[in-house]
């Protein structure tokens, strides 16, 4: 199974960007479709992006729309996260999961599941 590992996080300033990664470890990305999620502290996990490996097609939360952007690489099978615009409210531990069944944007559909990396979006 692919097991995501991701990278990127850290503390910046509100405005500030942060590019977040999602590396596979074990077997590739290719045929999935890869997703991020985020949780804040006492909010359950919710969707930001996802992307399809095969044909490349994208969803994004209305929250992060025009400020995020999420692209793969196939030569380096990576998920890459673009954050631009930060706000306070976009802390939290980022996720990166590769999608099993059901909606995309609904984490119960998601398995291999990464570690998180965290972002702090001060004011």
């Known amino acids: 199974q692919v097991q995501p590992v991701e990278s990127g996080g850290g503390l910046v300033q509100a405005g500030g960007s942060l590019r977040l990664s999602c590396a596979a470890s074990g077997r590739t990305f290719s045929g999935n479709i890869m997703g991020w999620f985020r949780q804040a502290p006492g909010k359950e996990r919710e969707f930001v992006a996802a992307?399809?490996?095969?044909?490349?097609?994208?969803r994004y939360a209305d929250s992060v729309k025009g400020r995020f952007t999420i692209s793969r690489d196939d030569a380096t099978n990576t998920v890459t996260l673009q954050t631009n615009s930060l706000k306070t409210e976009d802390t939290g531990v980022y996720y990166c999961?590769?999608?099993?069944?059901?909606?995309?944007?609904?984490?119960?559909?998601?398995?291999?599941w990464g570690q998180g990396t965290q972002v702090t979006v001060s004011s």
């Open positions: 992307i399809a490996w095969s044909d490349g097609s994208i």
């Open positions: 999961a590769g999608h099993i069944r059901g909606a995309v944007t609904n984490a119960i559909g998601y398995g291999y």
